[in-house]
């Protein structure tokens, strides 16, 4: 029974650093062979892939979004981490962190190996 439930502040301003924190249940973010993703949404852009770090511990980003964007975990606390730098009204999206099974045949550019998704929070960028 694998629960991801977001966290972080609501509103942050131009210039600022977006930082989020996803909490998991259920499973350990160290098991082989999942991966834990960063996924936003907004009406402008649809669902864009942000990022996702490996059972491992290993980040993996978008290119489009990479020089601004930092996927961490803790795993004392089983947490993975979302951090995103000099953010403008343009990144102002429902924000989701949800688990890739990669133990088969596709991974985390697949929709299929997604099986548990936190419920989503809502981040607005203004001054």
């Known amino acids: 029974q694998v629960q991801l439930q977001e966290s972080g502040p609501g509103l942050v301003k131009p210039s600022q650093t977006l930082s989020l924190t996803c909490t998991v249940s259920?499973?350990?973010?160290?098991?082989?062979?999942?991966?834990w993703i960063w996924i936003r949404q907004s009406p402008g852009k649809g669902v864009e892939w942000m990022g996702a770090i490996g059972y491992d511990g290993r980040p993996y980003y978008n290119p489009a979004l990479k020089s601004r964007t930092s996927i961490s975990r803790d795993t004392s606390k089983n947490q993975f981490s979302l951090q995103l730098s000099s953010v403008t009204p343009e990144d102002t999206a429902v924000y989701r962190c949800a688990r890739a099974d990669c133990s088969g045949s596709v991974c985390y550019d697949s929709l299929i190996a997604y099986d548990f998704w936190g419920q989503g929070t809502q981040v607005t960028v203004s001054s």
């Open positions: 259920g499973a350990s973010i160290t098991t082989s062979y999942y991966y």
